[in-house]
């Protein structure tokens, strides 16, 4: 299982935002940045959490924020953010969130396989606090890579 590779463009470090919606934005925002999606591709993953509710936080501190594959997905894309305050999304257990990835992917069959490698990443690790820790892009890529 291989994870599209995370551009600079796709990394926002230290941000300050008021709610998880803002948060979500942003990272959609990063994807769009990157070339990986349509601007609208962020109100869609807004509107997956206010229809589904927080399943998007799913470790403590982390949330993966997407959507289906449709027409707004231009590649796969992943952004990542990191918040200087955490922000609530109304998870009973894994709030407050304070990395928020933006995952795009262009076929369903790509978006489990890039689910399950990121899970890998986070699986048993401190992979969500040296992200939120972390000071530059390049260690963010280092961390996402397990070079840390």
Do not use: C
Not at 11 to 27: F, H, K, M, P, Q
């Amino acid at each position: 299982m291989t994870l599209a590779p995370v551009a600079e463009a796709a990394i926002i470090i230290g941000a300050e935002v008021d709610d998880w919606r803002a948060a979500v934005r942003l990272a959609g925002r990063a994807l769009s940045d990157s070339g990986s999606t349509l601007p609208g591709y962020a109100d869609e993953m807004v509107r997956m959490i206010e229809q589904y509710g927080p399943y998007v936080v799913i470790a403590p501190g982390l949330a993966l924020a997407h959507a289906r594959p449709g027409p707004d997905v231009l590649s796969d894309g992943l952004a990542i953010v990191t918040l200087a305050t955490p922000v609530s999304f109304g998870h009973p257990h894994n709030d407050p969130v304070r990395v928020v990835l933006g995952l795009a992917i262009k076929s369903s069959d790509g978006h489990l396989e890039s689910v399950a490698a990121l899970a890998n990443i986070f699986n048993g690790s401190t992979a969500i606090a040296d992200l939120a820790a972390a000071e530059s892009p390049a260690e963010v890529i280092e961390i996402m890579q397990g070079k840390t």
